[in-house]
């Protein structure tokens, strides 16, 4: 069992800058591949960005490519995500997840809202 939870989300200005993190707790974080997920409103949930358990590949939507960037700490066991140049369409809600088994994540995090004024 993994635990996650993210943090860092709020309200920004387009053009500004955020960053996510998402401490995990409970199993082995190093041996799990790790991705960010979003939810505007009204929509599906879609992948974000994703990173291996060592952090060597890593793997981005069309539309956050160049933008953002995944990264990760094993030793302290924490994903983040920085946001950059954020447009109004960014705003969601992120979600955290956790594998075992990529693509098919296991474990999720509760979400923190991010909202992009324009």
């Known amino acids: 069992q993994v635990q996650l939870v993210e943090s860092g989300g709020g309200l920004v200005q387009a053009g500004g800058s955020l960053r996510l993190s998402c401490a995990a707790s409970?199993?082995?974080?190093?041996?799990?591949?790790m991705g960010w997920f979003r939810q505007a409103p009204g929509k599906e949930r879609e992948f974000v960005a994703g990173?291996?358990?060592?952090?060597?590949?890593?793997y981005y939507t069309d539309s956050v490519k160049g933008r953002f960037t995944i990264s990760r700490d094993n030793a302290k066991n924490t994903v983040y995500l920085q946001m950059n140049s954020l447009k109004h369409e960014d705003t969601a809600v992120y979600y955290c997840?956790?594998?075992?088994?990529?693509?098919?994540?296991?474990?999720w995090g509760q979400g923190t809202l991010v909202t992009v004024s324009e």
């Open positions: 990173i291996t358990w060592s952090g060597g590949n890593t």
């Open positions: 409970g199993s082995t974080f190093s041996s799990h591949a």
């Open positions: 997840a956790a594998t075992r088994n990529y693509p098919q994540f296991e474990y």
